[in-house]
């Protein structure tokens, strides 16, 4: 049981460069989410899942969009990155029903 | 615990002491506290949590205390060890809202 994997680790990125961060579960949670954490600021929410083919918005979703098409995947696209996207990037997961997120390890993302 | 800036604030204790880790929570209505831990480079880890009908919770060196009046939560740990350098996060929610906002975070410093 591998719990959430991210993907990349780390990142650098140009402005206007586009990427997707990954993030794979294997607990087969309903939930999934994208979380940025900035200096200071603790999380903040980008965007949740509830089920394959549900998404909806957190607190920051602008400049960020996500799919769901199968409940193990759930990544998180840039599509034209901007320096106040630096940043680290944690995915995290629950069994609907629960109230325990499981986080990913992180990615920290550069954009220059 | 409040944010200043960019930086987070930080609580040193001595090896074998009690610590205390404040937050204060902004949504009247939440009704579900959780407390997490970051260690360096790592996702936030699960310590304990508190349902809004409770004022206190206790678990294996760890106890929360939640005062509903002036929306404030604290984290005691007893004892606290070197492993337990990390920084500190709550988080509330609406029970099974699947939306959760977290604080800025304290910082723990175990000093041997």
């Known amino acids: 049981n591998a719990g959430v994997t991210q993907t990349p680790k780390f990142q650098v990125l140009k402005t206007g460069q586009s990427m997707t961060l990954q993030c794979a579960q294997d607990?087969?949670?309903?939930?999934m989410s994208w979380y940025r954490q900035d200096p200071g600021m603790g999380l903040r929410l980008i965007h949740y899942?509830?089920?394959?083919?549900?998404?909806d918005q957190g607190e920051v979703p602008n400049g960020y969009n996500v799919s769901r098409s199968t409940t193990e995947d759930f990544p998180l696209r840039l599509l034209s990155a901007a320096p106040s996207q630096t940043s680290v990037y944690f995915c995290?997961?629950?069994?609907?029903?629960?109230?325990?997120?499981?986080f990913g390890a992180g990615s920290r993302l550069t954009v220059l | 615990g409040e944010s200043v800036g960019l930086h987070l604030p930080t609580l040193s204790v001595q090896e074998g002491d009690n610590s205390i880790i404040n937050c204060a929570y902004s949504?009247?209505?939440?009704?579900?506290f959780i407390w997490y831990k970051q260690e360096s480079g790592k996702g936030p880890q699960f310590i304990i949590d508190?349902?809004?009908?409770?004022d206190k919770r206790q678990g294996q060196r760890v106890t929360v205390l939640l005062n509903k009046t002036v929306k404030h939560l604290s984290l005691q740990i007893a004892a606290t060890q070197p492993g337990d350098s990390a920084v500190y996060f709550c988080?509330?929610?609406?029970?099974?809202?699947?939306?959760?906002?977290f604080g800025s975070g304290t910082k723990l410093n175990v000093k041997p």
């Open positions: 988080a509330e929610t609406l029970y099974n809202f699947n939306k959760f906002y």
């Open positions: 607990m087969n949670h309903e939930y």
């Open positions: 995290a997961s629950l069994p609907l029903g629960d109230n325990v997120l499981t």
């Open positions: 899942s509830v089920g394959a083919g549900i998404t």
């Open positions: 949504n009247s209505a939440s009704d579900y």
């Open positions: 508190i349902r809004s009908n409770m």
